[in-house]
């Protein structure tokens, strides 16, 4: 079984940060890109950043300069540094991964894996 798992939300002050942690697991070769989603109380989802296998990322313009994502390779990990944070960033932030990996013996190049999410308060 190949899944992701969040973890590090949770209720923190406007101005406070907060990290948040993607981490993939099961019969994995190879992570080709990981992003950063949420979505608001009575809202769509959104993208919030991704990740590149070569390190290219990319923000929302919402988070720009505010939030860093990067990547540990060898613990197939991504992080979403969240930086001077309001209430407006209140949502459930799930990670979603393009994985190649194997499922059951079948070997897989692209598999769409989402978590089930991390949910983040922002108190004002």
């Known amino acids: 079984q190949v899944q992701v798992v969040e973890s590090g939300g949770g209720l923190v002050q406007a101005g406070g940060s907060l990290r948040l942690s993607c981490v993939a697991s099961g019969t994995i070769f190879s992570i080709n890109a990981t992003a950063w989603h949420r979505q608001a109380p009575g809202k769509q989802r959104e993208l919030v950043a991704f990740?590149?296998?070569?390190?290219?990322?990319h923000y929302a313009d919402a988070v720009k300069g505010r939030f860093t994502i990067s990547r540990d390779n060898t613990k197939n990990t991504v992080y979403l540094q969240m930086s001077r944070l309001n209430p407006d960033d209140t949502a459930v932030y799930y990670c979603?991964?393009?994985?190649?990996?194997?499922?059951?013996?079948?070997?897989?190049?692209?598999?769409?894996?989402w978590g089930q999410g991390t949910l983040v308060t922002v108190s004002s």
């Open positions: 990740i590149t296998s070569s390190g290219i990322t």
């Open positions: 979603n991964s393009q994985i190649e990996g194997s499922i059951q013996g079948w070997r897989y190049k692209y598999l769409d894996i």
